[in-house]
């Protein structure tokens, strides 16, 4: 059964492994009670770094109580719902499964599935792991940024439904294996990574876009 293991909300960090903005929050920590989800993100979360943080289809971050399990036996840690910085920690679902375009209904929200995490050295600092984004981007299991279609409350213990799945086929984590360079075939990868550009957002459909030309051309070349 797919449930909702935990809700987590920010809880404010500072320190010199936050980066330039000098506070981040990637901390979250999970919290009682049904919680909000909005098209503009959780209530009482918080989002730092704006540049690369909080827009529409980063409105919520999902990740698996099952990849904190792996984390925690590969490092020798005791993560926690909430440490990989997600709002929406996940039982009995590979968010790195879901394709791009996937709706999900959670609760009373809706939500569509927009693409992977990108790990970054704010997250390497978090867990004081050198090395860390390395070791993530070869894992390749980087759970699942969401947009709210419907907002809705939600907490701990609400199952996951899937209400729709696109036909491109195209996973959260072959996006971001043609994003990371993370696979040998990479031509054959963005030919069949193209097929979800229309289920991407405006910004990282121009991204990836650009993406696919470059291997496309090196194919060529």
């Not at 320190?15 to 909000?36: A, F, L, N, Q, Y």
């Amino acid at each position: 059964m797919s449930v909702v293991s935990s809700v987590n909300v920010a809880f404010l960090r500072t320190g010199e492994w936050t980066g330039r903005v000098g506070k981040t929050g990637i901390d979250k920590r999970s919290v009682d009670g049904p919680v909000r989800f909005t098209e503009a993100g959780v209530d009482g979360d918080s989002v730092c770094d704006t540049d690369h943080h909080g827009a529409w289809y980063q409105a919520a971050y999902a990740f698996d109580s099952e990849e904190l399990a792996f984390w925690s036996a590969e490092l020798g840690k005791d993560l926690v719902p909430g440490n990989a910085g997600e709002n929406l920690t996940l039982s009995g679902v590979d968010s790195s499964a879901a394709l791009i375009g996937e709706r999900w209904e959670i609760g009373g929200a809706v939500f569509r599935v927009t693409g992977s995490r990108q790990p970054c050295r704010v997250f390497a600092g978090f867990w004081d792991v050198p090395g860390l984004v390395k070791k993530f981007t070869a894992h390749g299991r980087t759970g699942a940024y969401l947009a709210v279609e419907r907002p809705g409350e939600i907490s701990a213990g609400e199952q996951l439904r899937v209400l729709s799945r696109p036909e491109h086929g195209v996973r959260v984590d072959e996006l971001f294996a043609l994003l990371m360079h993370n696979r040998e075939d990479r031509a054959e990868l963005a030919e069949h990574v193209a097929g979800c550009l229309p289920d991407l957002p405006g910004p990282w459909r121009e991204y990836v876009a650009d993406k696919i030309d470059t291997f496309r051309s090196a194919a060529r070349a």
